[in-house]
Nanobody, 124 residues
């Protein structure tokens, strides 16, 4: 069984930056692709970024492409999301997720392991 714990959320002004981290523990050998998702109040959970097992393949939602960067350190069992040029529209609870498959996806239904999330609030 794998556990995921996010950290790094907080409050920031528009135009600022935050770096989210996700620590994986347990049977991490089953972790292949991983992703970041976010959910704002009253909205569906949406995929933000995803990364393959070796870190060379990434995909991003159109709304964050060019501003967010996903990366991972397999030696430390860590996933990261660097978020720059934040806007109030980025305010949400951010979750990391993992799936035991090599192909990457931004679909929440494709992931079966989830963290508890970390809140990001961007003020104008």
């Amino acid at each position: 069984q794998v556990q995921l714990v996010e950290s790094g959320g907080g409050s920031v002004q528009s135009g600022g930056s935050l770096r989210l981290s996700c620590a994986a523990s347990g049977n991490t050998d089953d972790l292949y692709s991983m992703g970041w998702f976010r959910q704002a109040p009253g909205k569906e959970r949406e995929g933000v970024a995803a990364i393959g097992r070796d870190g060379t393949t990434t995909i991003y939602a159109v709304s964050v492409k060019g501003r967010f960067t996903v990366s991972r350190d397999n030696a430390k069992n860590m996933l990261y999301l660097q978020m720059n040029s934040l806007s109030p529209e980025d305010t949400a609870r951010y979750y990391c997720a993992a799936r035991p498959w090599a192909d990457i996806s931004l679909g929440a239904r494709d992931y079966d392991v989830w963290g508890q999330g970390t809140q990001v609030t961007v003020s104008s």
